[in-house]
């Protein structure tokens, strides 16, 4: 069984990177780390970094870290890939030293086409504490993507990757976590017409942080898409907003948390609006609309 710390890092494609970059920083509230050709990399928790912003033509999702337990994980997770007969390679030493890892090894989750890398950090990987502006976020919380093949995509991460479910919304939308990773979920995986990256959520410290970000929204004129609300299977309140290229961002505070030892089994809620918001809010037609999964092709197993 493979065994993870948590969702790491997510890296997202956007189209006038000084733009996002600007608002990544001063609207969503994350700490600038450091910048080269064609990418930005911010932190909100104290790993070296948690957010990538690539300048790129689509906007959308280009790959997202998960952090290992330890290195041993990496035979388990190679074992787990060859057993599937999905291909995956380990990144070179210069890839991994300009991430900060120890090692790292890559993968393309067949059914949604989303990137995934498996990683621990190098022992010298800086760990400074965030340095919050206005919003005290704690840490990036999860990641949701849709495909038309949700169905084997979820048993894909139950299966092969060892995620455990939380809770499901009908046949519509799986939450699940990267075990034994406490949270709720760090992963949703939903139906829907074709792949799509569908939102990057950041959980934060305070309810005060949600009231105080509709505002900064409204005051800085990013849309509100959802929100705010609660939802009904993490119980967390949240506010759904649009970066600057229309990709979906999330803040979200209070989430259950389950034990690793006898966590309790997952609920099936109905497929219907009050399962995912208790408060009534409004959906925007733009709410999740935009985010290519960027598709990269791995043709061997390596390692
Ligand atoms: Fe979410």
Known sequence: MIRYRKLGYVELNVSDLARSRAFYEEMVGLQLVDE???????RCDSDPYSV?????????????????????????????????????????PDACAHKWAKRITRMVEPYSGATLEFYVL???????????????????????????????????????????????V????????????????GLGVA???????????????????????????NRMGAPIVFGPGRH????????????PDGITLEYSFGMEEFPEVNPRPPNVLPPKPESIDTWGAPQDPRFATIGEIERRVIETARA
């Open 170 to 185: 009908g046949e519509f939308i799986t939450f699940m976590r990267p075990f034994p990773s406490p949270y709720h979920h």
């Open 52 to 92: 990538v912003l690539h300048q790129a033509p689509a906007p959308g999702y280009k790959c997202a870290g998960l952090m290992l337990e330890d290195e041993r994980q990496f035979d388990v997770l190679h074992e787990r890939l060859r057993a599937a007969k999905v291909a995956f390679e380990e990144l070179p």
């Open 232 to 243: 009904v299977a993490s119980g967390s309140a949240f506010l759904y907003y649009l970066d």
């Open 122 to 168: 190098a022992p010298d990987a800086p760990r400074p504490a965030f340095q919050p502006t206005h919003t005290k976020i704690q840490r990036i919380g999860h990641i949701v993507f849709t495909t038309p093949q949700s169905t084997e995509s979820t048993r894909f991460f139950l299966d092969v990757l060892n995620f455990r479910a939380s809770d499901a």
């Open 191 to 217: 139906r829907g017409p074709r792949p799509l990256f569908h939102h990057l959520n950041l959980m934060v410290t305070e309810f005060d942080d949600i009231g105080r970000g509709l505002n900064r929204c």
């Open 36 to 42: 080269g050709p064609g990418f930005v990399r911010f």
